[in-house]
């Protein structure tokens, strides 16, 4: 396989805020993403790949009752993957849509869903969001918070699924997954070469360890990095440059390929080289650094250690669903609470219990 080119679209969304305005305004952002997909095709070349942000098709409006999310929600297919679909013919790419999604085995919840479509205009990978529900900010549920559901529904191999395709196996995580290196890993131990990133940052004092966590996820697990945000929500009271941007290819060493220094529209595109990857992953050196950290990874050794960890439990909402953010802030105090009476977690001094929130 020869290096090919893949791009990353940071496109800018009119946010949904009402039902009867979604499909016009999800039609128009998509509108925007075929032609950016053109322009990069006709700038670059030959783009095999293209990556667009998380909610870069709805946008983000708050706030919203669960039943109202479900509602503003969208089965897969539907009319906006089709016209992705288009879109994936017509300039013969890969590209990924960021779906809010409804599924009828699942009628009381939603899931942070992103699909992957092929230049054939088929949907060929589904991956849906793990880590959000439980960072105490949303209302979509996680799949492990309806483990033995999901299982019946999609099987365990949906959990961190990897199509195998001709430009090399893709894997999907989605911005706060991020944070945690198991979903990363757990692709990689799956086989995946490439892991696209849709993600949506906002400004923040620091994003010192954001940028760290990009570059290390694709070095420790030697894959490629595709990390793509949305360039703006437009038509509420967000601010325009309120999301920061920085969409980057990083390669499997880590390098930075190719970045957008900052917020508002842009295409960026690098060549990733899946064949020389391939290479190195299945030497046994006798000498230096080049390994598979796939090999050498003691999932047996760190499991043991998992399954005694008093962390976020598996079916967390499997008897009732998960309705707002206080749901999971109640689940979080009592794991703190559980970890504290363990030895494990320390309660700050007196002083510390004085400052501010």
Excluded at 82 to 109: C, M, W
Excluded at 220 to 231: D, G, I, M, Q, R
Aim: with cysteine; charged share 25%; hydrophobic share 40%.
């Amino acid at each position: 396989m020869y290096p090919y080119d893949v791009a990353l679209i940071q496109s800018p969304c009119q946010v949904v805020r009402r039902l009867d305005e979604r499909d016009e305004l999800i039609k128009k952002n998509i509108k925007r993403i075929s032609e950016l997909a053109g322009f990069a095709a006709n700038r670059v070349g030959e783009i095999k790949l293209a990556v667009t942000g998380e909610y870069s098709l709805f946008g983000q409006f708050r706030p919203r009752s669960l039943e109202e999310w479900i509602e503003m929600a969208l089965p897969i297919p539907n009319f906006a993957t089709d016209l992705l679909a288009e879109a994936a013919v017509k300039s013969q790419i890969y590209l990924t849509g960021h779906f809010l999604e409804r599924h009828p085995e699942f009628p009381n919840l939603y899931f942070n869903s992103t699909v992957l479509i092929d230049p054939r205009g088929r949907i060929i990978l589904t991956y849906r969001k793990h880590n959000g529900p439980n960072n105490l900010n949303t209302s979509y549920t996680g799949p492990g918070d309806v483990y033995r559901r999901f299982v019946e529904v999609f099987g365990e191999d949906a959990f961190f699924p990897v199509a195998d395709t001709p430009i090399g196996r893709i894997g999907i995580m989605v911005c706060g997954d991020l944070q945690y290196p198991e979903v990363t890993r757990a692709l990689a131990l799956k086989g995946a070469e490439i892991v696209l990133h849709p993600t949506a940052e906002i400004y923040r004092r620091s994003h010192a360890g954001w940028e760290a966590m990009r570059v290390a996820r694709a070095a420790e697990n030697k894959v490629y990095l595709l990390s793509c945000t949305t360039a703006a929500f437009l038509g509420t009271d967000r601010p325009e440059f309120g999301y920061r941007g920085r969409s980057q290819i990083i390669s499997p060493d880590g390098d930075m390929l190719a970045i957008v220094d900052g917020p508002g529209e842009a295409v960026i595109s690098a060549a990733v080289d899946i064949d020389r990857l391939r290479w190195r992953k299945t030497r046994v050196t006798a000498s230096g650094h080049s390994y598979n950290p796939t090999v050498l990874c003691r999932a047996d050794l760190y499991a043991r250690e998992y399954q005694r960890a008093i962390s976020w439990p598996t079916g967390a909402f499997a008897d009732k669903p998960l309705r707002s953010t206080k749901d999971c802030q109640e689940i979080a105090a009592e794991i703190i609470a559980r970890q504290i009476a363990a030895g494990r977690l320390k309660r700050p001094s007196e002083a510390g219990d004085e400052r501010p929130e």
